[in-house]
């Protein structure tokens, strides 16, 4: 074997397998932020399917250098450079698209390409234009073997030359391999001692909940009993501000006070933000965050989310935390089947053909993807709820964030559904944690928070894979930004609207002023909005 071979064999390995695992290593460290970072396994079955191509390809150069005649061997060669050329700028678009995506978060994703370069994607990634492609390039080699010399050669040099990449690529691996472990999540505490509170405050964020959707301009077939039943007992508000568009900056404002508008993430997966694009990058202290309030005033607190990493950035300030990542935000090596409960053969094996045939998983995999993060996360609020240890629980639900997973009529989750069968999941599951806060011993002394981080954000979704002709009725393509928030209180039973404009941020002040026994009643809420934005003052309202 020649030496240089070596070099192309490894470069090979290298470019196929780089999109899926390239996300890992991008500035910012986004990828790493939104993971459990349990990697082992992963980067272990990754440089172990990485070496199983290597070898492949070593074994197949060697097979057509020996045994096949100088014109046969030029026409696979050249339908080979051609094919790798073809992969090579695949991986620069999806690499191009990922390092877009994670340098320019707040860039609005349903803006469409235009239609001459959407035209050219189509042609590119089109079946039929690589195969004419390659045939081409083939048939070229057949009838004039020297005319595809030089486009070979210099194929063969850029994939030898690509694999000098691992030179900085493998260390990283090995890092994140080796170092990074994951923080087991704090369930059950046995503290010995009781709350210093009298009473307890569960607040349950739904993700992408749409006050318009909900109360609004409800749908009348769209039957949402529970969130009719909480407004008809809660003050409301009905004019939130969202702070952001993004829960990822959205949920760190609320919960420390300070506006977060873009974000990223250090070797470790610890959040960094900044407030403004001039602002220095800054990092987030779970000491200045509401938890901290709750504990300087005796409360415990406890955490069941998903997306954002709770248990990573509040470790110090709970007592109780169980997060899950979301789907969208796992590195594509995990997409394509890779996981850290198996084995590194195990992943190997499913990413060798993945690498080599760019098989990705379909909409089914993603949504019993959802379907699994959700009905753990439903399942740990509810031992959330029930243990009396923790005296200020905040519960972040999946939900009705798309794509759909429910369907309404037949109340079961599946690989279907739309936004507005998540509103209808989203009542359900609110309908039940309202009971499972019934059944606890503090049930009379326990205020309910609801709320969502932000609206449905139809801009980002409409003209999506997942957009259907339902939500395209329903939406009329307005957008409404506003989120939901509604305060219930022990013993409330009359509704209050609260119509002046209030920013999202505002929520953040009132729920510290009620870990601080500040706000007690309704009353209590409307004097310190009123004090807030004395020039629209609080009013109550007829139930919807």
């Given at each position: 074997?020649?030496?240089r071979?070596?070099?192309e ?5 290298l470019?196929v ?5 390239a996300q890992?290593l991008f ?5 790493l ?9 992963l980067?272990g ?5 990485m070496l ?14 020996v ?7 030029a026409v ?14 695949d991986?620069v ?6 390092w877009?995506?994670n ?6 994703e ?6 001459v370069?959407?035209?050219a994607?189509h042609i ?18 057949m009838?004039?073997p020297a005319?595809t010399q030089?486009f070979?050669?210099a194929i ?12 900085w690529?493998?260390p990283q691996?090995f890092?994140?391999?080796i170092?990074?472990r ?5 369930k059950?505490?046995h ?5 210093a509170?009298?009473h307890?405050i ?9 006050y318009?959707?909900?109360y609004?301009?409800r749908?009348?077939?769209l039957?949402?009993p529970?969130?009719?039943e909480l ?11 969202p ?10 404002s609320?919960i ?5 508008s873009?974000?990223?993430s250090?070797?470790h997966?610890r959040?960094?933000?900044?407030s403004s ?9 779970a000491r200045h965050?509401l ?14 989310g998903w997306?954002?990493p709770?248990?990573?950035?509040l470790q ?17 090596i ?5 996981s850290?409960?198996?084995?590194f ?5 499913t990413?060798?053909p ?9 909409r089914?995999?993603?949504i ?5 993060t959700?009905?753990?996360g439903?399942?740990?609020a509810q031992?959330?709820?029930?243990n ?6 905040f519960i972040?639900l ?7 997973f429910y ?7 599946c690989?279907?559904g739309n936004?507005?069968?998540?509103l ?5 599951t ?20 609801v ?10 979704w ?10 395209e009725?329903?939406?009329?393509g ?5 989120p939901v ?5 022990p013993?409330?039973t009359?509704p209050?609207?609260?119509?002046g404009?209030?920013?999202?941020m505002?929520?953040?002040d009132?729920i ?8 007690k009643?309704p ?6 909005v ?14 919807h």
């Amino acid at each position: 074997m020649k030496p240089r071979w070596f070099l192309e064999a490894a470069g090979l390995a290298l470019l196929v397998s780089f999109p899926y695992f390239a996300q890992l290593l991008f500035p910012g460290y986004i990828a790493l932020y939104h993971h459990h970072l349990n990697f082992l396994s992963l980067i272990g079955g990754l440089l172990l399917a990485m070496l199983i191509i290597f070898g492949l390809t070593l074994l197949v150069m060697t097979y057509f250098h020996v045994r096949w005649a100088p014109r046969p061997r030029a026409v696979v060669a050249a339908g080979f450079a051609a094919l790798v050329l073809l992969r090579a700028v695949d991986c620069v678009i999806v690499l191009v698209n990922q390092w877009n995506s994670n340098l320019n978060p707040e860039v609005n994703e349903a803006i469409s390409a235009p239609a001459v370069l959407q035209v050219a994607s189509h042609i590119w990634f089109g079946p039929y234009f690589r195969v004419l492609f390659i045939g081409c390039l083939a048939l070229l080699a057949m009838w004039k073997p020297a005319a595809t010399q030089p486009f070979v050669r210099a194929i063969r040099t850029s994939i030898a030359g690509f694999s000098f990449c691992l030179l900085w690529v493998l260390p990283q691996l090995f890092y994140l391999a080796i170092a990074l472990r994951p923080i087991p999540p704090l369930k059950d505490p046995h503290l010995g001692t009781a709350s210093a509170t009298s009473h307890r405050i569960v607040w349950i964020l739904f993700d992408e909940l749409s006050y318009d959707q909900v109360y609004d301009h409800r749908q009348k077939e769209l039957a949402l009993p529970n969130f009719q039943e909480l407004h008809r007992e809660s003050a409301s508000f009905t004019n939130i501000d969202p702070s952001g568009f993004f829960t990822d900056r959205i949920v760190p404002s609320l919960i420390s006070g300070r506006r977060v508008s873009n974000i990223r993430s250090d070797w470790h997966g610890r959040l960094l933000y900044q407030s403004s694009p001039q602002d220095r990058w800054s990092a987030f202290d779970a000491r200045h965050t509401l938890f901290e309030d709750a504990e300087t005033a005796g409360w415990k607190s406890g955490v069941v989310g998903w997306y954002n990493p709770y248990c990573r950035i509040l470790q110090s300030v709970l007592v109780s935390c169980s997060w899950e990542p979301a789907q969208t935000e796992r590195p594509p090596i995990e997409l394509a089947g890779a996981s850290e409960e198996k084995s590194f053969l195990s992943n190997a094996v499913t990413l060798v053909p993945v690498f080599l045939f760019s098989r990705m998983p379909g909409r089914v995999d993603r949504i019993g993807a959802r379907i699994s993060t959700f009905s753990e996360g439903l399942s740990h609020a509810q031992d959330l709820i029930r243990n009396g240890d923790v005296d200020f629980a905040f519960i972040h639900l999946p939900i009705p964030h798309p794509p759909g997973f429910y369907d309404r009529k037949a109340r079961k989750l599946c690989a279907c559904g739309n936004y507005l069968d998540n509103l209808v999941l989203a009542d359900d599951t609110l309908g039940l944690l309202e009971k499972t806060i019934d059944q606890t011993p503090s049930a009379n002394q326990t205020t309910l928070i609801v709320s969502s981080d932000h609206s449905w954000r139809i801009p980002l979704w409409r003209g999506g894979d997942d957009w259907t002709p339902e939500e395209e009725a329903v939406s009329g393509g307005r957008f409404d930004t506003r989120p939901v928030f509604l305060v219930h209180f022990p013993g409330q039973t009359a509704p209050f609207d609260i119509a002046g404009p209030t920013p999202e941020m505002t929520e953040h002040d009132i729920i510290a002023a009620m870990l601080q026994n500040k706000i007690k009643s309704p009353q209590d809420l409307l004097a310190f909005v009123h004090a807030q934005q004395p020039q629209s003052p609080p009013t109550a309202a007829a139930p919807h």
